[in-house]
Each structure stands twice: as C-alpha cells, then as structure tokens.
C-alpha cells in the first residue's frame, strides 16, 4: 500500500523568507501528487497538481513543487512567504486509474508565518 | 456545479447516541472518500466508496463504524454508539472515475461527543 511522508510538522518562518516542505512517497508504480493547503477553519483546498510531464510545477499563489522521481518526493517551495500563508499543508498520492483511485494523504505540516 | 456538499457542520452527541454523517459528491463524480482529522494527527483515510459498492475501508474502525453510498442520495459515514474519542473533524471528497483530476473536498462535518 502506497504511503505519504512529511517531515516537518511544524514549520515557523518569518514573512519574506523561503520555504521547502518536504514529501516522500512510498509506491512504485505510476502516481498522482498534490498539495493542499487548510487554512484556519477551513476546508481544503488543491495547491498544484502532477500528473504527467513537466516535473516542475507551479501553482497558486507563488506555490510551486518538484517532483523527483529517483527519490519518490514532491517538495513544495515558495520563494518569499507572507502573513496569510498561514496554514497547514497536506501531500498527497493518489495511485490508480479509472475502476480503483485511492488517494492517500501525509500528516501535513503547520506553516506559521511571522509578520 | 455545486462542490461537495456535507452536511450537518456541526454535530453534537451524547456518549453512546448515533451520528449520521452526510456527503453529496460533486455531479458526475462516483468515487467518495471518508477522511478523520484530528489535532496533530493530520488527515487519516478512512474509506473510499464507489456507488453502492465499498472498494476499500481498511482505513475504517471494525467496530461502530460503517458507510454506504447508495445508488441514490447521499454517501452516509455512520458512528454507532459515540464515544469522547470519536470527536473530531470527518471530511469527504469526491472525485469522477476518469480523467486526471484531483479530488474535491467538502467543509468537513465537526462532530463532539459530549
């Protein structure tokens, strides 16, 4: 069974400065990553998705991610954080196609952003 | 196209009464999931239905917990006979049988046993 890795439980970062979330996948197959984000009280929400080709990946808000297939990660990055980047992100597998999807989720990581 | 809908938000029970968890998928969307989110425990998989059909709930409680997604209405996550340690976040998403897509997630229904 496929398995998702986040290392860093807590992350606490001063606005301006950059980020790298870590995520390691367990499945050897062909696999699907994203990342959410869950601000507070909320529900999630998609950062970026991968499936196919171009194995850098940018998506909202500044947010991009790289997937590394040799070391089976898909960190997120972001170049400079800011105050509502507050929140608590979540990566995500998900393996098969068609009759069988699972999606598979890591225990996030919170993310506080210091003014 | 109305995201997933849960519904109730909140949900208050009694130790030992039932809670009854509802999730309306997205339209055209046939595969649910069943997430718990508990503090500093992040997002635990629960079960994944398609309609009428349960394709894996090895993520699900042997005991008082169940789920359905019947070929009409709603997908149901019940909780016989609460206890404290049940309270938490349940959150469902939903996503369609074909084409690469992510899954969609409701606002999540907070249940708290009293």
């Known amino acids: 069974a496929q398995s998702v890795s986040q290392h860093n439980h807590h992350v606490i970062l001063s606005e301006a400065a950059s980020l790298e979330l870590g995520c390691n996948y367990s499945?050897?197959?062909?696999?699907?990553l994203f990342w959410y984000v869950q601000y507070p009280g909320q529900h999630l929400q998609l950062l970026l998705k991968y499936f196919s080709g171009d194995p850098l990946v940018k998506g909202i808000k500044g947010f991009e991610a790289e997937f590394i297939k040799s070391k089976f990660s898909f960190n997120l990055r972001k170049p400079s954080v800011q105050w509502s980047d507050t929140a608590e992100y979540f990566c995500?597998?998900?393996?098969?196609?068609?009759?069988?999807?699972?999606?598979?989720f890591g225990t996030g990581t919170k993310l506080q952003v210091i003014p | 196209n109305a995201g997933v809908m849960q519904n109730p938000r909140h949900l208050v029970r009694r130790r030992g009464q039932e809670a009854r968890l509802r999730c309306s998928p997205m339209?055209?969307?046939?595969?649910v999931y069943w997430y718990r989110q508990l503090p500093e425990e992040g997002l635990k998989f629960m079960v994944y239905l398609q309609k009428e059909n349960i394709i894996d709930e090895s993520g699900m409680p042997k005991e008082r917990f169940s789920a359905e997604f019947p070929k009409e209405g709603p997908s149901i996550l019940r909780i016989q006979q609460v206890v404290r340690g049940d309270s938490a976040a349940y959150f469902c998403a939903s996503s369609p049988s074909t084409g690469n897509t992510e899954a969609f997630f409701g606002q999540g229904t907070r249940l708290t046993v009293v």
């Open positions: 499945y050897g197959g062909t696999v699907n």
């Open positions: 995500a597998v998900k393996v098969g196609s068609g009759g069988y999807q699972k999606v598979t």
């Open positions: 339209k055209g969307h046939s595969h």
